[in-house]
């Protein structure tokens, strides 16, 4: 599961509360930083998975043998990587879902509509630009809580032939 539009600290409560009313009992991909010291326990009860951002190496592997070795899981990856604006999100949730033959699934936070939920489940079929395509589609409209801090939803990998902008 993609969740966006990433851009304020209260994307995080927001997305547990979302996912506790609905009944999914999620995991969360974050900065290793936030499991450091005491809420370090308090963040994997919660469902986090600490990444080190600085050796990413093998985590796609690693994600898609959890999903092979379980009969349900439910993943969240903060698909821009930062609450900050990036020119590019990151291609990890898109690469894990490839590996691990699952759907991605789109969750949001909308501030315009004053929302959030979860949208369509979108099969990899291999062409990764028709695949955002659909991605870009069901997020056209959709505003972060800070909304200057949404970039555009384009992946570095489609190259520059994709102009598609976030909702700023």
Do not use: Q
Not at 68 to 90: C, F, I, M, N, Q
Not at 133 to 152: N, W
Request: hydrophobic share 40%.
């Amino acid at each position: 599961m993609i969740a966006a539009p990433h851009t304020s600290n209260w994307d995080f409560p927001i997305t547990l509360a979302m996912a506790s009313v609905s009944g999914v009992r999620i995991n969360w991909l974050g900065k290793r930083e936030m499991f450091a010291g005491p809420f370090g326990p308090i963040m994997r009860a919660l469902g986090g998975v600490a990444v080190d951002r600085s050796a990413p190496g093998g985590l796609v592997e690693a994600l898609a043998k959890k999903f092979a070795d379980r009969d349900h899981l439910v993943l969240v990856v903060p698909a821009e990587g930062t609450r900050s604006r990036s020119e590019y999100w990151k291609s990890g949730f898109y690469r894990i879902a490839e590996a691990a033959d699952v759907p991605i699934v789109c969750a949001f936070v909308d501030r315009r509509t004053r929302s959030g939920g979860f949208g369509p489940a979108v099969r990899t079929t291999g062409d990764l630009t028709a695949d955002m395509d659909v991605i870009r589609a069901f997020y056209a409209g959709k505003t972060g809580l800070k909304p200057d801090r949404f970039g555009p939803i384009r992946l570095r990998e489609e190259g520059d032939s994709t102009d598609v902008e976030g909702d700023t």
